[in-house]
């Protein structure tokens, strides 16, 4: 690997590919489905359908909204469903045995009656039959005629008894109709063939048992029907012949009473079933009530404001839940009160000894230059003495700075006073204040892309201070090489970027250059005397602008800091129109570590790649050095959180438009494509 | 009219050695400085001293230099120069609304400091005889007078130079940096919020309606320039 920003990835495509298969359920299964053959079906069928379904959802959606969302709902709702089942088959039972106990009295109190009138039947049908043997001479008509009177008489005698508690049908046996004055007849206008079930009949047909069976009684006189129990046997009339009399007994008042039961089961359950939800949701409202409250309040207290409480009536467990809640509000709020407390006070403290230093240091400033001033005159050791102590002071007071700026940033205290700038102008003074530092080194400081204005809304003051630290660094650590400028815009950013070719940067090191006081390689001299907050600082400033401050960095490649800013102050960034790995990079050009070229471009293409946070050192160990706030990974719009780049390079491609030509012609053209489309680490908010 | 002489400064601060330093410093440069420590006293020391210019300590025992700087302000227009210790927007800010015209940053360099003063106590040495005129206000370079339809406005020099500044080239917009360089004298870009204080300041003493200035108009993301006449 040769960059920061090199190294292994495991493949995302494929971890993608392989989980839709795990998460197949039936509901995809059935959109499958429902869509394949909707596909298949045909392109006019599938949006009807689609709109269709859109049409019957859309309504449903805030009931389905209120289902997920309200408990109280849910509640009540399963306890009326709940309750209407069990009333329901109460309901069953209790008509069930309300009927059977009303029926049975009924058919015991018929079958008595009943089985009294067959004998009675069959006593009249004796002693008529007696009547004509002992008469003798009666013809075949008149004998008709008497059976015809007297089948009549029976009927009317039968029925008589009952007084409309029942009545008598005869009916002809089998399949003699008529003939004979069997012919149907009935007591009561009670049409007989329509009254008596087709089943019984065939039933007591050839049989001489009684026989029942429930029914409907039809009335000739446009009386409305009647259930009724009908109980019917076979006997013979007076000739020997046999003839089905039928007992109907009308369950009007059996009925009565059912309809009655049924309908008192019925207003009583729904009456039970609406108080039992009512009483769900007054009871569901007693606990949900607190527990809404609680939410809302926990959400009040998240937002920020401490000091909501619950509102706690009596002892009970809501209650209690209550008082628990208040006191974790209570608890987290001194906490978080002691917490901000003693951050102020040290925030404060850092401001006041930041402040207070200053006051002596001005008199031992200025008493030090005028023995600066004086040092002509002195003896060598003394002059040198005195050289010493003006320099030293110099750094002494640009630590003191550093550290009251940095102060200022913990404190929320910094304040940005964007306005619109061109960024070529702030790059020529930071460029022309290095350039006597750049003339030591024997570095020369080239700008690209300033032809045009590069314009965005900025704090000049701090962006001057981030570039001249940017430049500054690249001069100092370059090597005595080229530090390249260059300037670019697209889209809504605008993006400085200072390469150098000097010392480069270890792979981690990306991010370790943000921390407070880090130093590269602490053996090595230092030229410049810088605090070791610059960077720091300069990646507070680029937050503050709700810009990036990212490095890209190759072990004696060079490195690459790249400022990006949004054009305007309060708008996202979501890109840089320069790409962190500057074009020229080894890995880019082809080159492996040692400056050779790589075997082949398409090898470097199968060599998946890794963002930088693997690389980077365990937290802890990256905290050892110094406070929590000085680690730039955690803190938003620093250049830590790392996102790896598609390798597509689509995005590369938009980001880099109008790339100076100067550039691009400096790099070898036998660069192969896969190459460049590595990903590279995207460190961004 | 002071500009024969290097002048007389009042240092009002209540750190003994820093104003004996600076006492130092500014005697050897040429100036005649006196002192005072306390804020409840420095208005007495500076109605007894008469000073030509007032080095001023904003964090004072007594009144405070906030306080000191609007009561010398309300009875003077000698250039007061702020020293800080705080270059927060606030501070430094407040210290100018109250009148300060320049202000210095703790620690700073001696030579910084005297340039500053200089820079103050400089005045047109030639007072040639010129007229200007700027919207409807007529401008007395020599006399150091701003007149509106006779009426004399009183400004202090600071507000005066801004105003002669900006009628000298009426055709010219200038950037806050050139006018820190042309009036604060300043060689390199500094915190502009100076001449944005200023302008308002001269605003509220110029203009019939602030709100809508008419003699000092802002052209947006560039600077100033003065308004039609």
Redesign the interface.
């Known amino acids: 690997m040769s960059g920061d920003s090199a190294a292994s990835a495991p493949g995302p495509d494929r971890a993608g590919a392989v989980r839709p298969v795990g998460r197949k359920t039936a509901g995809a299964r059935w959109g499958r489905l429902l869509e394949g053959g909707l596909l298949q079906g045909g392109v006019q069928g599938s949006p009807v359908l689609r709109l269709f379904m859109r049409w019957v959802r859309r309504p449903l959606l805030p009931v389905m909204r209120l289902w997920r969302r309200n408990i109280q709902l849910k509640v009540v709702a399963t306890t009326l469903l709940m309750s209407l089942g069990v009333v329901l088959l109460l309901g069953f039972v209790v008509i069930g045995q309300v009927r059977n106990g009303l029926l049975d009295a009924k058919v015991k109190a018929s079958q008595s009656q009943a089985t009294g009138g067959f004998a009675v039947a069959k006593q009249k049908a004796d002693e008529a039959a007696a009547g004509t043997s002992d008469d003798g001479t009666a013809g075949d008509a008149r004998q008709s005629q008497n059976l015809t009177s007297w089948m009549s008489d029976l009927v009317e005698s039968l029925s008589s008894g009952g007084q409309g508690a029942f009545d008598v049908v005869t009916l002809p046996a089998g399949d003699d109709n008529s003939g004979g004055g069997r012919g149907p007849r009935a007591s009561g206008y009670v049409d007989p063939s329509a009254s008596v079930p087709e089943d019984l009949r065939a039933r007591i047909n050839g049989d001489t048992t009684a026989a029942q069976s429930y029914t409907r009684i039809f009335y000739y006189n446009n009386n409305e029907s009647q259930p009724a129990l009908v109980i019917g046997k076979q006997v013979n009339d007076p000739n020997g012949d046999p003839y089905q009399l039928y007992y109907l007994f009308p369950l009007t008042q059996e009925e009565k009473s059912l309809s009655l039961v049924k309908g008192t089961l019925a207003t009583a359950g729904l009456f039970v079933v609406v108080l039992l939800g009512a009483i769900a949701w007054l009871v569901v409202r007693q606990v949900v009530t607190p527990v809404r409250m609680a939410a809302g309040i926990a959400e009040r207290l998240s937002a920020g404001r401490l000091q909501e409480r619950m509102k706690v009536t009596g002892e009970d467990d809501i209650a209690r839940l209550g008082e628990a809640f208040n006191k974790m509000a209570q608890n987290l709020q001194l906490k978080i009160q002691q917490l901000e407390d003693l951050s102020r006070m040290q925030r404060r403290f850092v401001s006041d000894v930041s402040h207070e230093l200053r006051t002596p240091l001005t008199t031992v400033r200025m008493a030090a230059d005028v023995i600066h001033e004086a040092r002509e005159d002195f003896d060598p050791v003394t002059a040198r003495s005195a050289e010493l102590l003006a320099d030293q002071l110099d750094r002494f007071e640009s630590l003191l700075a550093d550290l009251l700026e940095i102060s200022r940033f913990d404190a929320g205290a910094a304040a940005l006073e964007a306005e619109p700038i061109d960024l070529r102008e702030v790059v020529r003074r930071v460029v022309s204040g290095a350039e006597p530092l750049a003339e030591r080194k024997g570095t020369h400081i080239r700008v690209l892309g300033d032809q045009q204005p590069v314009v965005a809304e900025a704090d000049a003051r701090r962006l001057e201070r981030v570039l001249r630290n940017l430049v500054v660094n690249a001069v100092e650590h370059g090597e005595g090489k080229d530090v390249v400028v260059k300037l670019a815009a697209a889209g809504g950013a605008v993006a400085v970027a200072v390469r150098d070719y000097g010392v480069g940067l270890k792979p981690g090191e990306a991010t370790r250059v943000f921390s407070r006081f880090w130093r590269a390689d602490p053996a090595r001299a230092r030229t410049t005397g810088g605090t070791g907050l610059g960077l720091s600082i300069a990646l507070e400033d680029a937050r503050l602008h709700g810009g990036w401050l990212q490095a890209w960095g190759e072990p004696g490649g060079g490195s690459q800091f790249r400022l990006t800013l949004p054009r305007t102050a309060d708008e996202p960034l979501r890109g840089s129109p320069i790409p962190l790995e500057p074009k020229d990079s080894r890995r880019n050009r082809g080159l492996n570590d040692a400056g050779l070229p790589r075997g082949g471009g398409d090898k470097a293409a199968t060599v998946p790649v890794q963002p930088v946070a693997d690389q980077i050192p365990p937290l802890a160990s990256r905290l050892a050095g110094g406070a929590p706030t000085a680690d730039p990974t955690a803190l938003p719009g620093n250049g830590a959180r790392v996102v790896p780049r598609p390798a597509s390079g689509a995005r590369r491609q938009n980001e880099t438009p109008g790339e100076d030509g100067a550039e691009a012609s400096s790099r070898p053209d036998t660069v192969p494509e896969e190459s460049k489309k590595q990903g590279e680490a995207f460190r961004g908010r | 009219m002071m500009s024969f002489m290097k002048g007389r400064v009042l240092v009002v601060d209540d750190?003994t050695?820093?104003a004996e330093?600076?006492g130092?410093?500014l005697r050897?440069e040429g100036f005649e400085p006196s002192f005072v420590a306390d804020g409840d006293k420095a208005l007495a020391a500076f109605r007894e001293s008469k000073p030509d210019l007032v080095l001023l300590d904003l964090m004072l025992p007594g009144r405070d230099g906030i306080e000191v700087c609007r009561l010398i302000r309300a009875e003077s227009g000698v250039p007061i120069v702020m020293?800080t210790?705080?270059s927060?927007?606030v501070d430094v800010v407040v210290g100018l609304e109250s009148g300060a015209d320049d202000y210095i940053v703790?620690?700073?360099?001696?030579?910084e400091l005297v340039a500053r003063i200089r820079a103050r106590l400089r005045r047109s040495e030639e007072p040639a005889p010129e007229q200007l005129a700027i919207g409807d206000l007529v401008i007395d370079v020599a006399g150091h007078s701003v007149k509106r339809e006779g009426q004399s406005i009183a400004l202090t020099p600071l507000e005066f130079d801004l105003l002669v500044a900006l009628a000298r080239k009426p055709w010219q917009v200038f950037t806050r940096e050139v006018l820190l360089e042309q009036v604060w004298g300043y060689r390199h870009?500094a915190?502009?919020r100076l001449v944005n204080v200023h302008v308002q300041r001269l605003r509220s003493k110029v203009e019939k309606d602030p709100e809508r200035p008419e003699i000092v108009v802002t052209v947006r993301?560039v600077g100033y320039k003065a308004g039609p006449s």
Request: net charge positive; no cysteine; glycine share 8%.
């Open positions: 750190d050695a820093l330093m600076l130092i410093v050897g020293l210790a705080k927060d927007t703790k620690p700073f360099k001696p030579k870009a915190d502009t993301g």
